[in-house]
């Protein structure tokens, strides 16, 4: 079975400095990977996925997550924290390819001035 | 504009009264589903559909009812709704071809139990 495990409910950096959130999954096939956004009293939005292609994947707004097959890890990373990063992130799962996905409980991203 | 709706946005409701949440998106996507958002959990699928007709249970479809008569629509139903089931809900769309993996979701609908 399939399962997503963010490491940090709430993560706090100060801007410029870098962001790391974490992400481990467990799958019992090669999986698609999602990092997912969600601002204030708004839905998701897809930061980037992985779907067997390279490694190192590139996202909007600066964001990159990196697969280790042998961490079974897709952490989340940006060089420079900006204060519109702030957001609630969501790293996702999913064996099926879209219509069955299991989600992160979530981390929160502060930005500090 | 590509797009997924929700109506309504913001629903509060007394226990036991049937209550649905229209959810349409027209990208002609294949795939739709239903989240329900809580703190601490993430989001936990409650139904999705494959195609018209199609459908099957996610993780926690207790006491929700879906249908899928027409591509664009996915309806969430709750036949008596309880004070658990107030929650934020997103329905989300995706297709099995190009870029299949990725859902667009809805703007959420805040539903409040009394």
């Known amino acids: 079975a399939q399962s997503v495990t963010q490491l940090g409910s709430h993560v706090s950096v100060s801007e410029g400095a870098l962001v790391l959130l974490r992400c481990n999954y467990s799958?019992?096939?090669?999986?698609?990977l999602f990092w997912y956004v969600q601002y204030p009293n708004q839905g998701l939005q897809l930061l980037l996925k992985?779907?067997?292609?390279?490694?190192l994947v590139k996202g909007i707004n600066g964001f990159e997550a990196e697969f280790k097959k042998s961490e079974t890890s897709f952490h989340l990373t940006k060089p420079s924290a900006h204060m519109s990063d702030a957001a609630e992130y969501f790293c996702?799962?999913?064996?099926?390819?879209?219509?069955?996905?299991?989600f992160g409980a979530g981390t929160r991203l502060f930005v500090k001035a | 504009e590509a797009q997924v709706t929700q109506n309504p946005r913001y629903l509060i409701t007394v226990t036991g009264k049937k209550l649905t949440v229209t959810c349409s998106q027209n990208?002609?996507?294949?795939?739709m589903s239903w989240y329900r958002q809580d703190p601490g959990l993430g989001l936990r699928q409650i139904y999705y559909?494959?195609?018209?007709?199609?459908?099957d249970k996610g993780d926690v479809p207790e006491g929700y009812k879906v249908s899928r008569k027409e591509k664009r629509n996915f309806p969430l139903i709750l036949e008596s709704p309880s004070p658990n089931q107030t929650s934020l809900y997103f329905c989300?769309?995706?297709?099995?071809?190009?870029?299949?993996?990725?859902?667009?979701f809805g703007p959420g609908t805040r539903l409040l139990v009394l």
């Open positions: 989300a769309s995706s297709s099995p071809t190009g870029g299949a993996e990725t859902q667009y």
């Open positions: 799958s019992s096939v090669p999986p698609y």
């Open positions: 992985y779907t067997s292609a390279a490694t």
């Open positions: 996702a799962v999913s064996e099926t390819g879209g219509f069955k996905t299991i």
């Open positions: 990208m002609n996507h294949e795939y």
């Open positions: 559909s494959m195609n018209v007709e199609v459908t």
